[in-house]
């Protein structure tokens, strides 16, 4: 069988992309998936989207991590999928649409996209750290020197350890002032670093205004693949109108049969 995919990246978090509104893709082969996201013997990318057709809104985002199993919420590949949307004619300049955490809004402005991300009505306060789910689970954790930090071996091991066979994303955090902030995540699914996560760096951004590190509701955050803004309104103990703001790229577009 012959597929056609899209390649698309958010600040370095790479997707590949299908448009799947006739509901041809066999979506319940996990190997097929995990085999497309493979870097060495596949088209390689940290995850899989697929745009189908939503009764009530633009379209639907369906998204699978790069081990081929169906994930949580992903905020690059929601900002990704918008652009794939537009570049398909189902959406202009702006959309709403149906996720697995439900519906979200979004604006798109040339390769600009700003996604509005999920109320966070919970935040848990851990030892040296902070746990909150911005529509996928998220450890943010303080580090020194994030630079040379070993994040792939700290950050399974708190994805094993901390957080059992279920699993949390892991986020190192450095201040680089009161509005900007340095993350390296470290992603399930993937098990491995990402250049970027959107949810993570949502994530990032919320915890550290809520640990009064961030002085503005408005936080600059750089992710080894670019920079990221995060827009929110405090809400007692939570958060609401939370927008992720930044690029997202069609790298390429290609055929690949199996």
Not at 71 to 76: A, D, F
Not at 89 to 114: C, P, R, W, Y
Not at 152 to 170: D, M, Q
Not at 228 to 256: C, D, H, M, P
Request: net charge negative.
């Amino acid at each position: 069988m012959e597929l056609t995919f899209y390649k698309y990246q958010g600040t370095g978090n790479d997707f590949v992309v299908i448009d799947n509104r006739s509901n041809s893709f066999p979506k319940s082969d996990s190997n097929l998936v995990a085999n497309l996201c493979d870097r060495r013997f596949g088209i390689g990318a940290d995850g899989l989207i697929l745009l189908e057709h939503d009764e009530r809104t633009d379209f639907r985002m369906v998204y699978f991590n790069a081990d081929g199993k169906e994930g949580s919420m992903c905020g690059n590949g929601g900002r990704c999928i918008v652009a794939f949307a537009r570049f398909l004619g189902v959406i202009k300049d702006e959309t709403s649409f149906m996720a697995v955490d439900g519906l979200h809004e979004a604006t798109i402005q040339g390769e600009n996209v700003s996604l509005k991300m999920q109320e966070v009505s919970e935040i848990k306060t851990k030892p040296n750290s902070i746990f909150m789910d911005t529509g996928s689970p998220h450890h943010i954790q303080l580090v020194d020197g994030l630079k040379d930090y070993d994040v792939v071996k700290e950050g399974a091991k708190l994805r094993y350890g901390l957080y059992g066979e279920k699993g949390s994303n892991i986020n190192f955090v450095s201040p680089i002032d009161n509005e900007t902030f340095a993350v390296r995540t470290y992603e399930r699914g993937v098990e491995d670093e990402t250049l970027s996560c959107g949810t993570g760096v949502t994530a990032a951004a919320l915890a550290m205004h809520h640990l009064e590190k961030a002085v503005s509701d408005k936080v600059v955050i750089k992710a080894l693949g670019g920079e990221l803004e995060v827009s929110f309104t405090a809400n007692g103990k939570g958060y609401r109108n939370i927008y992720l703001k930044g690029a997202a790229k069609q790298v390429f577009k290609g055929e690949i049969t199996w």
